[in-house]
């Protein structure tokens, strides 16, 4: 069943799981629905975003245009840009280069075959990493290397989640659609960062997204955690992430 998200800020509960406190508990810095009851609207665009959990939320990036607030066929409120606009959200405070998770979900509204940016964990100075849905696959990147690469399932319409996450030397990937296996990948990898790293949604570029690279589809969901997601299938982070996907899209 999919439980279509309604509730009024700051409470996301959905009976046995108040998501928001949760997410809190667990020391998220930022949970964000782009709901429109937690969106600022100006001329037609979504300009920032209030935090469901932690203390930060989402603000536009430079020069950014700012996503059009939609509703999904399944009844999901979100964000969408078109192709030419930039949809750069990014979260207000910086996170460590240590230990990080960072979470989001969109709707595929059609399958894309052609490369696409997502998101981004980006240093001002150090080129980061991104996340990149090409080919029916979910790719995270360091400019032109791969370091992590899914399996070529991502190809039907619906909800999808994607966390890129850092602890103790190795980067995983966790992604999930709804009908398709669990994408668990990791590799040992221990980037040189030279200053504290940012947030970016929907396109990859260090201080000024470009905006020709931004994501076509819809955004839901964002959240961001100043700690890795760990190896164990029990670590509550991991638990709680695929937990609200299951809840609200699968």
């Known amino acids: 069943m999919v439980v279509v998200v309604n509730a009024p800020a700051p409470a996301l509960d959905l009976g046995v799981n108040n998501f ?12 964000c629905s782009l709901e429109p009851q937690f969106c600022q609207v100006e001329s037609g665009r979504i300009k920032a975003v209030a935090p469901r959990a932690g203390a930060y939320g989402l603000t ?23 192709q030419a606009e930039n949809r ?24 894309i075959a052609t490369s696409q940016d997502v998101m981004a964990i980006d240093s001002f100075s150090t080129q980061g990493l991104r996340l990149v849905s090409t080919g029916y696959r979910l790719q995270v990147q360091r400019g032109s290397t791969i370091i992590l690469q899914s ?28 009908g398709q296996p669990l994408q668990d990948l990791a590799a040992t990898y221990d980037p040189a960062f030279t200053a504290a790293l940012d947030v ?8 000024a997204p470009a905006t020709a690279r931004s994501l076509r589809d819809t ?13 164990s299938v029990e670590d509550p982070a991991r638990l709680l992430a695929l937990d609200y996907y299951s809840e609200v899209y699968g």
């Open 20 to 31: 928001s406190r949760a997410f809190a508990a667990l020391g998220a810095l930022s949970f």
């Open 60 to 82: 536009l990036a430079p020069a950014s245009v700012g996503p059009a607030p939609v509703v999904t066929s399944s009844g999901h409120a979100g964000g969408k840009s078109s």
């Open 88 to 111: 750069s959200l990014l979260c207000l405070t910086p996170i460590t280069q240590a230990s990080f998770a960072v979470g989001m979900i969109w709707n595929n509204d059609s399958p």
């Open 151 to 178: 399996d070529p399932i991502f190809n039907i319409a619906g909800p999808t989640m994607a966390i890129i996450s850092r602890s103790g030397g190795s980067l995983r990937l966790l992604a999930r659609q709804a």
């Open 200 to 207: 970016v949604y929907g396109a990859a570029e260090a201080a």
């Open 219 to 231: 955004m839901l969901d964002t959240w961001v955690f100043n700690r890795g997601i760990l190896a």
